[in-house]
C-alpha cells in the first residue's frame, strides 16, 4: 500500500529533522536514559555510606533503591499515554526537570524516610523519561537507522549498570554521598539544552486520547502491593505476625499477618486492572495498557522474557556492592572500578552485536546474551567467599556485562519491530514497565533472599561460637542484617571470630543471591524460546514510510 500523493505533500520531507540534527538528537535521548539508569545504580555503592550517615535499617535499604523503581513501573504506562498524546518531547523534558529537581531533595536528606520520599519523586520523574525515549527512536528513525538507534540505547542502558557504581564510587569516595544524587543536576541541564537544540517534537496524530484514570490507580496498587508484600514480608512476617504493623495511632490487630492481605490486595487489583482495561478496549475507549497489542507475537513474547530476564539482571546488583564493601573491605571507589568490569563488557558486546547484526537474527543475538548472563552470575555464585579477591569476581563480571549489552539492546528492538508508530508510545511504556516490573521485583526478590539467607545463616553460625547468650546472638543478628553489613566491621573491634561469623555469611547470602538471580535468567532464556518461528504481524507501509503525527497537533 503506497502513500497518497496528498499525504506525502502533507509531510515536510524534514519532518523528523536533518540527518544531522536526527543523530545529535539521539545523542542527548541516550543522556537522558544514562541519567536515570546511573541514578538508579549509582545508590548501590553509596548505601554503605549512607547507612553510616543516617542509621538506615536493611528494610530502608531495600526501599531506598525500590520507592524509585516501583513509582517508576507504576506510571510508565501512564506517561507513555500522555507522551503520545501531549508530545514526547515535551514530557521528556518536564520529567528531566521533576527528576532533577527531586535530586536535589535527595542530596539534602536528613534522614531515611525524607531520602526514600525524594527518591518517589525521582520515581515519577524517571517514568517521564524512558518511555518517551523509547517512542522518540521509534518515530524518528527508520529501517537500518532505527535498528542501529536501538542498539544505542540498548548499549547506554547495558554501560551505564556499571558506569554508575564507578561515579558513585567516586563521588562517595572523595566528597559524599550527596554528590551521587547532585551530578544529576547539571547533567539536567545539558540533556534539556541539546534536546530542545536538536530533538523535533513528536505526537499522535490521530484523535486525542484520554487518560484511563481507573486503569492508572489499578496498576499503581497492584505494582506497589506486591513489592511492599516482598519487601516487608520478612520484617511482618510471611504468615504469622513476627512484628506489629503500625500506622500513625493505629496498630495491626491480628495474629495473620499483614502481607496475605497485602498480596491478596495485588491479585484483586491487577484481576481488576485487566478485566477494565479489556471492558474499554471493547467498548472502543483508549486503555493504559496496550491490550491490542499483545496479539502481536514479537511484543507478547519478548516482553515476557524481557521482565524475567531483568528480574534477574538487576537483582544481582543490589548485594554486590554491600559484599565487596562490607566483607571484602573495599571503599566505594574501589567498588565502581571492580563492576566496571560489567560496563566493559556491555561495550564489548555492542561492538559484536553491531557486527553480527545483519548476520544473526535479534533472537538469536538475545540467546547468546542471557547465556553469557547466566554463566557470569552463576561463576560469581561459585567464586563469592569471605575469602575471594577483585580478581576472582572481574572476570565473571566482564562475561555478565557482555551478556547484558547483547540481550538488552536486541530484546528492545524484537519487542518493538512490528509496533505501529502511532501506538509507539503505548508500547515502548508497555516494554519499559514489563522492564521495569522485572527490576523491582529482582531487587525485592533477591534483597529479600539476600537478608534472610544472611539472618538464618548467621544465627546458624553464632549457635556454634561458645559463651554467646541467646539475646546477644540475637542482637548480633539482627545488627548486621539490619545495617545491610555495616556492623561487620565494628564486630572486628568487638571480636574478631564474630566479624569472621558475619562475613562468611553475608558471603553465604550473596551467593545464594547470585544463584537465584541465575534461576531467574535462565526462565528469561525458556521464554525467548517463543520468539522464533512466529509468523510476523504486518504493520501498514505508511508507517514505516514517515513518523506519524511528527509535528502534529492532538
Excluded at 537500518?144 to 557504581?165: C, Q, Y
Amino acid at each position: 500500500m503506497s502513500i497518497p500523493a496528498s499525504d506525502r505533500a502533507a509531510r515536510p520531507a524534514d519532518a523528523t529533522g536533518s540527518p544531522r540534527r536526527r543523530w545529535a538528537g539521539l545523542v542527548f535521548i541516550s543522556v537522558a536514559v544514562a541519567l536515570i539508569i546511573v541514578d538508579s545504580t549509582i545508590i548501590n555503592v553509596a548505601i554503605p555510606s549512607i547507612v553510616d550517615d543516617l542509621a538506615i535499617t536493611s528494610t530502608q535499604v531495600q526501599w531506598v533503591q525500590e520507592s524509585y523503581t516501583l513509582v517508576f513501573a507504576a506510571l510508565l504506562l501512564v506517561f507513555g499515554t500522555l507522551a503520545d498524546r501531549y508530545g514526547r518531547r515535551r514530557i521528556l523534558l518536564l520529567g528531566v526537570v521533576v527528576f532533577a529537581a527531586a535530586s536535589v531533595l535527595a542530596a539534602f536528606s536528613g534522614s531515611g524516610d525524607l531520602l526514600i520520599g525524594a527518591r518517589l519523586v525521582q520515581g515519577v520523574g524517571g517514568a517521564m523519561v524512558l518511555p518517551t525515549t523509547l517512542s522518540l527512536i521509534n518515530a524518528t528513525f527508520r529501517g537500518r537507522d532505527r535498528g542501529i538507534a536501538f542498539a544505542i540505547w540498548g548499549s547506554t542502558i547495558g554501560g551505564m549498570v556499571a558506569v554508575g557504581p564507578l561515579l558513585g564510587g567516586w563521588l562517595t569516595t572523595y566528597f559524599s554521598w550527596r554528590w551521587a544524587f547532585g551530578i544529576n543536576v547539571p547533567l539536567g541541564i545539558i540533556i534539556v539544552i541539546g534536546v530542545l537544540t536538536f530533538v523535533v517534537e513528536s505526537r499522535n496524530a490521530g484523535e486525542p486520547r484520554r487518560v484511563d484514570v481507573v486503569g492508572a490507580v489499578l496498576s499503581v496498587i497492584t505494582s506497589a502491593s506486591l513489592v511492599f508484600g516482598l519487601i516487608e514480608g520478612r520484617s511482618y512476617g510471611w504468615w504469622l505476625t513476627n512484628k506489629a504493623m503500625v500506622v500513625g495511632d493505629w496498630t495491626w490487630p491480628f495474629e495473620l499477618s499483614p502481607i496475605p492481605f497485602v498480596f491478596a490486595i495485588t491479585l484483586v487489583a491487577g484481576a481488576a486492572f485487566v478485566a477494565w482495561g479489556l471492558h474499554r478496549q471493547r467498548t472502543g475507549r483508549t486503555t493504559l495498557l496496550a491490550f491490542s497489542l499483545f496479539r502481536i507475537a514479537s511484543f507478547r513474547n519478548g516482553n515476557i522474557a524481557a521482565m524475567i530476564v531483568s528480574l534477574g539482571e538487576f537483582g544481582i546488583i543490589l548485594s554486590l556492592p554491600l559484599w565487596l564493601q562490607n566483607v571484602l573491605g573495599y571503599d566505594a571507589l574501589q567498588t565502581g572500578f571492580v563492576l566496571l568490569a560489567l560496563a566493559l563488557g556491555s561495550f564489548v558486546a555492542s561492538g559484536l552485536a553491531g557486527a553480527f547484526g545483519n548476520k544473526v537474527s535479534p533472537e538469536t543475538i538475545v540467546r547468546l546474551g542471557i547465556v553469557a548472563e547466566i554463566i557470569g552470575v552463576t561463576g560469581l555464585g561459585v567464586v563469592i567467599s569471605k575469602d575471594a579477591t577483585w580478581l576472582s569476581v572481574v572476570p565473571f563480571l566482564f562475561v555478565y556485562g557482555i551478556g547484558v549489552g547483547l540481550a538488552t539492546a536486541q530484546l528492545t528492538g524484537v519487542v518493538l519491530k512490528d509496533v505501529p508508530v502511532e501506538k509507539s508510545g503505548q508500547g515502548s511504556g508497555t516494554s519499559s514497565t514489563a522492564r521495569q516490573i522485572g527490576s523491582a521485583l529482582g531487587i525485592a526478590v533477591l534483597g529479600t533472599v539476600l537478608f534472610t539467607s544472611v539472618g538464618a545463616s548467621l544465627d546458624a553460625k553464632l549457635a556454634d561460637v561458645p559463651g554467646i547468650p541467646a539475646v546477644a546472638q540475637s542482637q548480633i543478628v539482627d545488627a548486621v542484617v539490619d545495617s545491610a553489613g555495616a556492623a561487620i566491621p565494628a564486630l572486628e573491634a568487638r571480636s574478631p571470630a564474630l566479624a569472621d561469623a558475619a562475613r562468611d555469611a553475608f558471603s553465604e547470602g550473596t551467593r545464594y543471591s547470585a544463584f537465584a538471580a541465575a534461576g531467574f535468567l535462565v526462565l528469561g532464556f525458556l521464554a525467548t524460546l517463543r520468539l522464533s518461528g512466529t509468523a510476523p504481524h504486518r504493520v501498514p507501509r505508511e508507517a514505516d514510510a514517515a513518523p506519524a503525527g511528527v509535528g502534529g497537533s492532538a
